[in-house]
């Protein structure tokens, strides 16, 4: 993903990772509860312990996609939607009030997030 300008990379926080944490532990449960076509990937940000599973900005963007039932990308199976957004996505959509990490339409032209 290109960076906007103004704006910085994503690193892991102990914030990030704490969240994190969390986001990864709902997945496992949905998991148990929903089949997916494919596994998650080892840098998934739905992994516990992966380097985006650590990054505040990436977590929240996966969570906010998961309860507004917008399309988290897989950032290894290019084009294909994210194993752990698959599990996660919310069968009772709803808007969060919080923005995407990069603005309201630089991280999803196509009403798609890639990461």
């Known amino acids: 993903m290109k960076i906007p300008p103004g704006k910085k990379r994503n690193r892991p926080t102990d914030l990030g990772r704490e969240a ?3 986001l990864a532990r709902f997945c496992d449960e ?3 509860r929903k ?3 494919h596994p998650r990937c080892t840098t998934c940000a739905f992994r516990a312990g992966s380097i985006p599973n ?4 990436t977590v929240m963007d996966a969570l906010k996609c998961s309860m507004e039932d917008t399309p988290f ?3 290894e199976r290019k084009g294909q ?3 752990g957004w698959v599990m996660m996505r919310s069968d009772k959509p709803f808007k969060v009030s919080w923005s995407w990490s990069y603005g309201s339409d630089a991280a999803h032209d196509d ?3 890639t990461k």
């Open 35 to 37: 089949m997916s076509l």
């Open 54 to 57: 650590g990054c505040e900005s």
């Open 20 to 22: 994190g944490r969390n």
């Open 111 to 113: 009403g798609k997030v």
């Open 30 to 32: 949905a998991e148990q």
């Open 73 to 75: 990308m897989c950032h």
């Open 81 to 83: 939607p994210c194993a």
